[in-house]
T-cell receptor, first 116, second 109 residues
C-alpha cells in the first residue's frame, strides 16, 4: 500500500525553541496532506490541511502562527511548532491519500514531541 | 452530538474470542467508512474500508455497515494477542476525516 514517512519519530526540546516535523509521501504525489494532534488515550484531532503550493487551512482554535505548515512539493509537507511550550507536548501525525482527497488516507508513524 | 461515536472501552478478551467493535454516526450523507488500527505511539494503519451498506471480509476481519441504523461494526475472528491495539472508525467529511474516539482492545494469551 501507499507509504507516508514522518520524521523524526520523537523529539525533546527546550521551551522557546522551534521544532520541524517532516511528512513525505514515498510512492505517490499528494496535493493535500493533513496534520493531526493526539493526546494520550484520545482520538486524532485535525489541526490543519496542507495544500501544495498554497496556504494551509487551519481548524478553528489552531494558531496558524504557532503551527507553521509548508507544502512546497507534491511529496513533502512540514509542520513547524514555533516557540514551543510544554503544553505543545503531544503526538503529531500526518496523513495523505493517493487520491488527493480524504478517502483511504495513509498515516505517518507519528512524532512524539516533548517540550521541557 | 459528535458525528462519529465510539465506545473507548477498554475491551479485554481471551485469545481466540470473536471481537465486535462498533461505532455510530449521525450524518446519513456519509458514504465511506474506514477502520484503522493504531498501536501505541504509532500512526494509524488502514485496516479496511467499505462504501455504503454491506459487509466486507478480509481474512479474520469483517467490516459491516448498516446505513439504516447508522451503525458500523468491525468483527475480528480468532483474535490474537497481536491484535491488541486501539481501533478507530472513521468517515470522510468534506475535506477531512471524522474519527471515533477509538476502542482500546487487549487480547490476552
Amino acid at each position: 500500500g501507499a507509504v507516508v514517512s514522518q520524521h523524526p519519530s520523537w523529539v525533546i526540546c527546550k521551551s522557546g525553541t522551534s521544532v520541524k516535523i517532516e511528512c513525505r509521501s514515498l510512492d505517490f504525489q499528494a496535493t493535500t496532506m493533513f496534520w493531526y494532534r493526539q493526546f494520550p488515550k484520545q482520538s486524532l484531532m485535525l489541526m490543519a490541511t496542507s495544500n501544495e503550493g498554497s496556504k494551509a487551512t487551519y481548524e478553528q482554535g489552531v494558531e496558524k502562527d504557532k503551527f507553521l505548515i509548508n507544502h512546497a512539493s507534491l511529496t513533502l509537507s512540514t509542520l513547524t511548532v514555533t516557540s514551543a511550550h510544554p503544553e505543545d507536548s503531544s503526538f503529531y501525525i500526518c496523513s495523505a491519500g493517493p487520491g488527493g482527497g480524504n478517502e483511504k488516507l495513509f498515516f505517518g508513524s507519528g512524532t512524539q514531541l516533548s517540550v521541557l | 452530538q459528535k458525528e462519529v461515536e465510539q465506545d473507548p472501552g477498554p475491551l479485554s478478551v481471551p485469545e481466540g474470542a470473536i471481537v465486535s467493535l462498533n461505532c455510530t454516526y449521525s450524518n446519513s450523507a456519509f458514504q465511506y467508512f474506514m477502520w484503522y488500527r493504531q498501536y501505541s505511539r504509532k500512526g494509524p494503519e488502514l485496516l479496511m474500508y467499505t462504501y455504503s451498506s454491506g459487509n466486507k471480509e478480509d481474512g479474520r476481519f469483517t467490516a459491516q455497515v448498516d446505513k439504516s441504523s447508522k451503525y458500523i461494526s468491525l468483527f475480528i475472528r480468532d483474535s490474537q494477542p497481536s491484535d491488541s491495539a486501539t481501533y478507530l472508525c472513521a468517515t470522510p467529511n468534506n475535506n477531512d476525516m471524522r474519527f471515533g474516539a477509538g476502542t482500546r482492545l487487549t487480547v490476552k494469551p
